[in-house]
């Protein structure tokens, strides 16, 4: 058993280096999930900011939060359009042929879209801090937001998985991006929810983006997080738990 488990996460670690080779030298990707975000980071910060009002001192540290999670989640279309090429050429069937533990090909794209948004998020962090983004946030702090956007990544990996491994044309793979970019956009990401009308703030208020967010918020500025942080824990553990029981039914009856 200690040789199958030894052979797994060597196996799981070629395949990791072969999907990061990928989005390496993917510019589309790179653009995607660093360049656009702060861009866009850019955007509010310096030609909208100004109008909106959140009651923060500064427009950029209500703002990095939402960011953090559009750069996730711009990632994932990413996925989903990896796994169906997979899917499509054959790769996964090539490697269950060959000595290769089941499920690590799958386990490295997953682990993939871990650590290359742990690369975009230090970089979206690094350019926030040179436009003024300043937290007191301690050190614990800091580890619960890298927590909290482990999870979120890894819940929106999953669900992006389930159309990769089952859509039948590069379309359907790619349909995921558009709810997922859809939920930070009605949010408290980037403006306050009292601000919208009743029927749009309930639904911003009641959706799992606000709730992440705002503990990510609260953790930045050492504010008490009280149960915003376990709300958002419970958001982030379900959804990956029932995307993560899709997806690999989905795997199994495709490979």
């Known amino acids: 058993m200690e040789t199958i488990k030894n052979y797994f996460f060597v196996d799981m670690g070629v395949m990791l280096g ?18 656009m975000p702060i861009a866009m980071m850019l955007l509010f910060v310096y030609v909208l900011g100004g109008a909106i009002q959140t009651g923060a001192d500064k427009y950029v540290n209500y703002l990095l939060p939402g960011i953090l999670l559009i ?8 996925v989903s359009y990896r796994l169906f090429t997979d899917v499509q050429r054959g790769i996964f069937e090539r490697f269950n042929s ?43 702090s800091w580890l619960a937001v890298a927590g ?10 999953w669900i992006a998985a389930i159309p990769g491994l089952s859509a039948k044309t590069v379309d359907g793979a790619g ?12 949010s408290s990401a980037f403006v306050p929810t009292k601000t919208m009308p009743s029927g749009v ?7 799992p983006v606000t709730a992440i967010v705002e503990a990510i918020r ?38």
């Not at 386990?107 to 300043?134: D, E, K």
Request: aromatic share 10%.
């Open 18 to 35: 072969r999907s990061m080779r990928h989005v390496s030298r993917s510019l589309d990707t790179i653009i995607t999930i660093t360049i």
């Open 175 to 186: 349909v995921i991006a558009y709810p997922i970019h859809f939920l930070p956009l009605i």
């Open 71 to 78: 750069a996730i989640a711009n990632s994932a279309g990413y």
């Open 218 to 255: 609260a953790l930045l500025s050492g504010q008490p997080v009280g149960n915003g942080i376990w709300i958002a824990l419970a958001w982030c553990i379900g959804i990956m738990l029932v995307a993560y029981v899709f997806a690999m039914r989905a795997y199994n009856r495709r490979v």
């Open 98 to 140: 060959m000595p290769v533990a089941r499920s690590a090909a799958l386990w490295g794209h997953v682990l993939t879209s871990l650590v290359s948004n742990v690369i975009s998020l230090f970089v979206i962090i690094l350019v926030a801090l040179m436009m003024g983004f300043r937290s007191p946030a301690g050190v614990s």
């Open 201 to 207: 703030r309930a639904f911003a208020e009641n959706q």
């Open 148 to 157: 909290i956007l482990a999870l979120f990544t890894l819940t929106l990996t």
